[in-house]
């Protein structure tokens, strides 16, 4: 049973678009969702990350929006360049341990 | 240092073979975890670790052997691995609990069985 459904599977946008990729959970029990970035040969690297309490949060050029009754939350980065190409994963924080559970990833090509 | 440092970057090894991942990180995370990632795929929790004391295993087979010799020293022992355990293996670290939940990757180990 997947814990965090993620979608698009792959998203191709222009240099200068909006791509947005959108998750969603049941578990209300997570508090904490992150989204990785991750380049080909490379571990995942912490993009931005939201608490439940937050409906939105903005870091430079990416923002979560997080709707908490609908168990969604979804990833927009502004002003996309071609090397914003890469796999994005969302993530939920489960209270046991602090484990991560994963989305599928999102193949990510901006062209130029 | 806010990284989580992973040796060796790549591994080429037999299934006869004995060798480890090494996993170091010295920002007072107190959980630690192993991850392996296949192609195109998300990272699959292995284990977890916290305060030094094994916490979580998600029945991996008992080639792969962990342990944790310190709080800044995460370690996997490989033995008569098979070809489909090839993959990249993740190396993570974080909080125990708080306001703080970052959660650090490592660049992994690609790890390749012949």
């Known amino acids: 049973q997947q814990q965090v459904k993620q979608s698009p599977q792959s998203l191709i946008v222009q240099k200068g678009g909006i791509p947005i990729i959108n998750c969603a959970y049941e578990n209300t029990a997570f508090d904490y969702f992150p989204w990785y970035q991750q380049f080909p040969g490379k571990g995942p690297a912490l993009l931005i990350a939201?608490?439940?309490?937050?409906s939105e949060k903005k870091e430079g050029r990416f923002t979560i929006s997080f709707n908490k009754s609908a168990k969604q939350f979804s990833l927009h980065i502004m002003d996309s360049q071609p090397g914003d190409s890469a796999t994005y994963f969302c993530a939920a924080r489960g209270s046991t341990l602090g484990r991560l559970y994963f989305g599928r990833g999102t193949q990510l090509t901006v062209w130029p | 240092d806010t990284e989580v440092t992973q040796t060796p970057k790549h591994l080429v090894m037999g299934m006869t073979n004995k060798k480890s991942l090494k996993c170091e990180q010295h920002m007072g995370h107190r959980a630690m975890y192993w991850y392996k990632q296949k192609a195109k795929k998300p990272p699959e929790l292995m284990f977890v670790y916290s305060y030094e004391k094994l916490s979580i295993n998600e029945s991996v087979p008992s080639r792969f052997s962990p342990e944790c010799p310190n709080s800044s020293l995460l370690n996997l022992h490989l033995h008569a691995l098979q070809p489909e355990d090839s993959a990249l293996y993740l190396c993570a670290s974080s909080q125990v609990a708080g306001a703080n939940y970052g959660y650090t990757f490592g660049s992994g180990t690609r790890l390749t069985v012949v």
């Open positions: 939201i608490r439940p309490d937050v």
